[in-house]
């Protein structure tokens, strides 16, 4: 069965620093990934997506994630966020036969403080 | 281009009510989703749309809740009788299918609350 994992419910970081958000998943075949960043009262903002090629993902507002395939994980990253950045982030995961089917980790509230 | 619509944004209600809500996806967008969030949890899908036809329902609860989407644009929800576990936010999204390769776009969200 397809899924993802996010670890940690939240991460607290320092304005300035960087920031790593945990994403773990398990896909049969290969893995199409996403982030989303949801704000309080708003519904989910797509941030990137790994389809395949080059294993390091640009995003919106300076975020990047990391495919790495034999650790089967999918970590967002920023190096160095803002207070703006508080919210809430979800990894999702395309299902491997039901091609526009994902399945949406349970979430990781990032904390940045100034 | 205007986003995902949903209306309401908010409705309370007691429970065994009926309750219904809407969902405008982006022009052009195939595929619809209405997924069910609980608080401080990831989306989960209630209901799958491709055009007009639900493509993977197994996560709704048929006995109380229905879907429709009418000539494969609007889309409503509808909850009848309303339990209390029901209280959660409803979010729509949209996409262009494309082998699951396109993000999805999605609403504001309802919150139900149920009293």
């Known amino acids: 069965a397809q899924s993802v994992a996010q670890p940690e419910d939240q991460v607290n970081v320092a304005e300035g620093n960087p920031l790593t958000v945990k994403c773990t998943y398990s896909v049969s075949g290969n893995p199409y990934l996403f982030w989303y960043v949801q704000y309080p009262n708003r519904g989910l903002q797509f941030l990137l997506k790994y389809i395949t090629g080059d294993n390091l993902v640009k995003g919106s507002y300076g975020f990047e994630a990391e495919f790495n395939k034999s650790q089967t994980s999918f970590h967002l990253k920023k190096p160095s ?4 950045d508080s ?28 | 281009e205007a986003g995902v619509v949903q209306s309401p944004r908010y409705k309370i209600i007691e429970k065994k009510q009926p309750v219904a809500f809407w969902c405008n996806p982006i022009s052009g967008h195939n595929t619809l989703y209405w997924y069910l969030q609980n608080l401080g949890q990831g989306p989960e899908l209630l209901i799958r749309y491709e055009n007009e036809e639900a493509v993977d329902d197994s996560q709704l609860p048929k006995d109380r809740f229905s879907a429709e989407r009418l000539k ?9 009788p309303a339990e209390l576990g029901d209280s959660a936010v409803y979010l729509c999204a949209s996409s262009f299918a494309s082998q699951g390769r396109n993000e999805q776009f999605f609403g504001p ?3 139900l609350t149920v009293l």
């Open chain 2, 72 to 80: 494969g644009v609007d889309s409503t929800l509808k909850i009848q």
């Open chain 1, 87 to 114: 919210a809430l982030y979800f990894c999702a995961v395309r299902d491997s036969y039901n091609f526009n089917k994902f399945y949406f980790g349970s979430g990781t509230k990032l904390n940045v403080k100034p």
């Open chain 1, 81 to 84: 966020a803002l207070v703006s």
């Open chain 2, 109 to 111: 969200g309802t919150r």
